[in-house]
């Protein structure tokens, strides 16, 4: 009658089984993820290289100069405030546990040390993938429901290069900029404690301060910012393109595409870890 026959479909497995099903369809789903994101990322690598030889034609400045207001500028505040906040409760922590050893003054280098090289980059990362890495995959995801994305192919726009290029490049610029700003503003939460706590005044404090960390310190903890915001924005821009056309689907791979960013970082910074302790940095 010219009907073709349903699909196949079998109940789901239960128990040992259905365990190892999961298992095998979830290890396949995330190398398939992988090895499409390195696909993504060489595209990316190519439009970037082309952009640098001919930034006048390759580069779409208005978005990319967006793009840097919208991922930096319109952070300062969250981050600022999270930073400060951070930096209060590190150095409250830190006198409590140093109090024991009667070496309380070591909290500012704890502080420095810890803000500078670790958290401040690592927090920053972390909101910001929160913030313009969801909201890269909703923008995009929603320009493909709405099938622009196709329309502007049709029109020959070439999609990595005036869609992915400008964020890319805007948080790649940003970043840096947002985990220096909470490095300093981290490190004003925790002068403000430890004046208020440990009776130390400012001038002791920036003394103290300057002998625990140097520009290598600080460095340290800016090197990761680019390669964190490379990552975010891959990410970002990665899941937008894989939304299939109805709403929900932008739902699924906006918080799929935070979780993976978040997920990166964390790797991304442990493997640093590790490399800047083998090089002894």
Known sequence: SGHTAPPVTHPPYVGFRGLLERTGEGTVHALRQGYDLLGFLGRVAVETVEAALAPRRELPWAAFVHQIEETGLTALPIVGLLAFLLGIVITYQGADQLARFGAQIYTIDFLGIGFLRELGGLVT????????????????????????????????????????????????????????????VGIIGGMVMTYFDLGVTIPAFMRELGNA?????????????????FMIALVGCFEGMRVERNAASVGKLTTRSVVESIFLIIAADAGFSVLFSVLGI
């Open 213 to 229: 960390i140097t520009v290598k310190t600080l460095m340290v903890g800016l090197i990761k910012a680019p390669v964190f915001a």
């Open 125 to 184: 990362a972390i909101i910001i993938a929160g913030r313009s890495g969801s909201a890269f995959t909703a923008q995009i995801g929603t320009m493909q429901v709405n099938e622009e994305l196709d329309a502007m192919q049709t029109i020959g726009l070439n999609i990595a290069e005036t869609l992915v290029l400008p964020r890319v490049l805007g948080l790649i610029i940003a970043l840096p900029i947002l985990t220096l700003f909470a490095d300093v």
